[in-house]
């Protein structure tokens, strides 16, 4: 069946041009040397051509069913944890059982397309496992079970892991909303080995200079009944505490409490290290860094609201999570305090429609306090857009549109993690006013509205940072849903916090008026890659980039150089992970012949999590295995995976049949044929003396 992009009663007229063409070369003409045969077949071969060639401008196209056979997927994921190159097995993962998994993998990918997985400090693609992954996150690989393949025919799910997982979720709940097989390979050695270990570290992450702060170490000891060992704590590298600590049974556990005092600015990095005992399996789990900011003094924030709503609770409770924050929540008809006790301030849904609230907001613009703009359905939009908070709203109805939110990559103001970054597009959406939206210049967009499956350029989260102060806004009605949703798919609430913390980090920073910014974190996990963010400004305080940044991170002597890339009209640069340590950084830049400079430390903390929990749980293992009607195999026997597989006869190729349209210009036979008609007509011609 075929159509054509024009009506078919142009076929007719194709036709005719056809025949009229060839009725004009060889009917009624004076060409005696032709036979009526050959003229006739020439003619008629004339016609076709000509009549496909306007057949062809036409553009017709064939509609035809096509049936595709897609074969089962089969998921492999193979946990790459560092806890499996510990124990008494990991001469076996690292020898034998890779050459097992290879050949599993090739027998799987003759009948089965194969996806594989590892699973470790991220999910990422990968077939070959060399277990030096710092963290486990066993639930993220069902989570991408069910976003990606959820209309894909998967045959079956085959986890390889020890069943220890240290961050995520429970994947035993993730799993149960799957409805493929899981075949799980028991991992790992369920023995408990002689080991002394610091189990868990509790501390304040922020303190306050001037005052004492607890640091809580959990020692644990399994088999060493009668032993006894040392606990030091050094700060930087000088020793401030010692204690010793008998282990009076096989299982022993301490707490040990102790109290420093917060007597500098600036970050404090202690080092906890219990002395090794002869026979431990490992000595990665004798030691511990922990960071504690100390902070001249807490800034406080007034949250000022026009009527009760769940935000002003979901935002005062974020920041409540920070101890650098004190947080006070006034009713806007009932706010007495004075405004030049608060370093930042937050308006929900001021100013309103009832309530200008002039006295306040004139008072927060002559001391220059930074604020967090919340608007809603009940901001007079005519009175904020007199503010100049950086972004001016026209509503031409009273209507709103519900928008999700879309990361914009090209933010620069302050960084954002990949997992927020990640949890954006899933978030549910808010209430944004319909009508048109203008940015100002000082102003940076960190999140643009969605609109169903539009993305637009309408701001819905908006930094601002003018001469004279900072701003934010938030234009949507409804960011409380964003912590529910948060605390609801991921047991905690975050990276909506994170982001509310970036938030008023923003806002906090004193105007530098500094011609060159270097902005980076001053603690980097040592599975993270350090990244630094660089701005370069002119007179006019107008972003360049055309000259290079340079930097030079050092440590113990050794010089490490390092060139920043240009980001829009800012820098940035990834490092890439560092070895756990203290280091000193400089960046350079010269501009207009001028030399600028910044400089500063970071230290990269060790992450310990897979040396706390040796044990496997091969429980979790059998559990997995039994949602689905699955298998758990020890790890010696991954050939009777496949063969497992193979029995099942619910794990079947499926047809699809789908309509598709192919247009007969691609066609290369159409072609031929019209080349044919017309080498025949040639030599017909010339066999007969025709010119």
């Not at 006739?40 to 060639?53: E, G, I, K, W």
């Not at 003759?110 to 639930?139: C, I, M, P, W």
């Not at 929900?348 to 907001?361: G, M, R, W």
């Not at 929990?613 to 009777?640: E, I, R, T, W, Y």
């Amino acid at each position: 069946m075929f159509s054509t992009e024009y009506s078919l009663w142009f076929l007719p007229l194709c036709l005719l041009l056809g025949a009229g063409y060839a009725a004009i070369l060889y009917v009624r003409t004076d060409k005696p040397e032709l036979p009526l045969w050959v003229k006739r077949v020439a003619f008629v071969a004339r016609m076709l051509v000509v009549f496909l060639l306007a057949f062809l401008l036409l553009n017709p196209i064939v509609k035809h069913i096509a049936k595709e056979v897609e074969k089962p997927i089969i998921l492999v994921g193979i946990d790459n944890s560092s806890s499996l190159a510990i124990g008494k097995k990991s001469g076996f993962y690292k020898g034998d059982f890779q050459n097992e998994l290879q050949n599993l993998l090739k027998n799987l990918e003759k009948d089965y397309t194969v996806e594989a997985y590892l699973l470790g400090d991220s999910l990422r693609e990968g077939k070959h496992a060399d277990f030096s992954d710092k963290q486990t996150n066993l639930s993220a690989f069902f989570e991408q079970v069910e976003a990606v393949y959820a209309n894909r025919n998967v045959g079956g799910i085959v986890l390889l892991s020890d069943g220890i997982f240290n961050t995520g979720s429970d994947p035993y709940y993730i799993a149960g909303n799957l409805k493929h097989p899981v075949y799980t390979v028991a991992m790992g050695d369920t023995a408990v080995h002689k080991d002394i270990l610091i189990a868990k570290v509790n501390h304040n992450k922020t303190v306050y200079r001037g005052n004492a702060f607890p640091l809580e170490v959990l020692v644990n000891a399994n088999k060493f009944s009668g032993k006894s060992t040392q606990l030091k704590i050094f700060r930087d590298s000088t020793l401030v505490y010692e204690k010793a600590i008998a282990f009076k049974s096989d299982n022993y556990s301490e707490w040990v409490r102790v109290n420093f005092d917060a007597d500098k600015s600036g970050l404090l990095h202690y080092r906890i290290r219990l002395e090794a005992l002869e026979g431990e399996i490992t000595q990665d789990n004798n030691s511990k860094d922990v960071f504690v900011e100390v902070i001249d003094q807490r800034k406080k924030i007034a949250i000022i609201y026009n009527s009760p709503h769940p935000d002003v609770g979901a935002i005062s409770r974020a920041l409540e999570q920070n101890n650098a924050y004190q947080v006070d929540v006034f009713a806007v008809n009932k706010f007495t305090a004075k405004l030049n006790d608060y370093e930042m301030a937050v308006l929900h849904q001021l100013p309103s429609v009832k309530n200008p609230a002039i006295p306040i907001i004139n008072e927060i613009k002559q001391l220059n306090i930074p604020v967090f703009y919340i608007l809603g359905q009940q901001t007079n939009y005519a009175a904020f857009n007199g503010l100049n908070a950086g972004v001016q709203i026209t509503v031409g109805k009273e209507m709103t549109n519900d928008a999700f939110a879309a990361y914009n990559q090209n933010f620069a103001s302050f960084s954002i993690s990949a997992t927020l970054q990640q949890l954006f597009p899933n978030l549910p959406p808010v209430k944004v006013p319909f009508g048109t939206f203008k940015v100002s210049p000082s102003a940076a967009t960190l999140l643009h509205q969605k609109i169903g499956a539009v993305s637009t350029s309408y701001p819905l989260f908006v930094c601002n940072q003018d001469a004279t102060s900072r701003s934010v806004i938030f234009l949507g009605d409804g960011l409380w849903r964003w912590r529910m949703y948060n605390y609801l798919f991921e047991n905690k609430t975050d990276d909506f916090d994170e982001l509310i913390s970036k938030t008023f980090q923003f806002l906090s920073i004193k105007a530098d008026r500094s011609l060159f910014r270097v902005n980076g974190k001053t603690v980097y996990a040592e599975n993270e890659p350090v990244r630094f963010d660089a701005e370069l400004y002119n007179q006019n305080y107008e972003l360049v980039n055309e000259p290079e940044v340079l930097m030079t991170i050092s440590k113990d002597g050794k010089n490490y150089p390092f060139t920043f890339s240009r980001s829009f009209k800012s820098y940035e640069l990834n490092i890439g992970s560092f070895a756990q340590g203290d280091y000193q950084w400089v960046a350079t830049t010269t501009y207009n012949n001028e030399k600028h400079s910044k400089s500063g430390h970071f230290s990269v903390q060790r992450i310990n999590l897979e040396a706390i929990n040796l044990v496997a749980d091969h429980q979790l293992m059998h559990n997995l295995a039994a949602l689905n009607n699955g298998k758990c195999f020890p790890d010696d026997s991954l050939n009777n995976i496949y063969k497992t597989i193979k029995e099942n006869e619910n794990i079947k190729s499926v047809a699809h049949y789908n309509k598709k349209f192919t247009s007969l210009l691609d066609n290369v036979w159409l072609m031929l044929l019209i080349f044919t008609f017309l080498a025949a007509e040639w030599v017909l011609r010339k066999w007969s003396g025709g010119y």
